[in-house]
């Protein structure tokens, strides 16, 4: 097993990256009330149990959050709760993709880019059922465990995404709704070079719900950006690339034969 141990971005805000996603640990070192973002493709619960006993030691989090429910941010979201028996919280439009009554639409290949984006209808589309664990995140986007932050509905790459915003300091937690890797490609996924991009194109089916969410994340002018896929941004790199981005979504993010819909 790899070695398993968080990387710090700010004080209270760490990731660990499951391969090819990220999750995020919000709380400082030893803290008794941290939250886990996101849970990373299946068979990764040992190692993300490990990250955390690294940073927090027995102390099991008040919640799990979700920012969408595919496999590689839920792979190991049920193994996590029955380890730790805590409730996990998503948007309620993602609620039917995690209990098992609705599958989400499978990869298209045609988006182009890369060796993922071919591989993507082999992807999973059915998720684990979560029914035990799972509730609604509130629709004022407010969770009694993280009094700070604010949810953010951000469709598009899936129909209930979500986004977290910490507004003190600016610091988001996009999920999938932009990255900063070019996901569609295995090399760039693996050299990680940092770039703001789109969603991930070969799972992302309501392009113009897409650009509205990158334009509505880039208008809160973020300092600090951790997303799904690819290393964290931050400063004015970050506000430059993800105003362009939000002002030629169309041209940077949208596939070429999928335009004329948009």
Known sequence: MEHAETEQVLEDVAFYRTLIVNVIFIGKEQADDWVLVDCGISHYSRRIIEAAEKRYGSRPPKAIVLTHGHFDHVGSAKKLADHWNVPIFIHPMEMDYVTNQRDYPVGDATVGGGLFALM???????????????????????????????????????????????????????????????????????????????????????????????????ALGPVTAITGHGLPMSGETLKRQLNELASNFRELAVPKHKRKLH
Do not use: C
Request: charged share 15%.
């Open 120 to 218: 993507s209808p082999f992807f999973p589309t059915h998720q684990p059922d979560l029914s035990r664990y799972i509730h609604a995140i509130p629709s004022d986007g407010k969770l009694p465990f993280l009094p700070d932050w604010q949810v953010i509905h951000t469709p598009g790459h899936t129909p209930g995404h979500a986004a977290l915003y910490r507004p003190r300091d600016g610091t988001l937690l996009a999920g999938d709704a932009f990255i900063t890797v070019k996901q569609e490609s295995s090399m760039a996924v693996f050299i990680q070079h940092q770039h703001v991009h789109g969603p991930p194109a070969y799972f992302t089916h309501n392009w113009e719900e897409a650009e509205k969410s990158v334009q509505q994340l880039a």
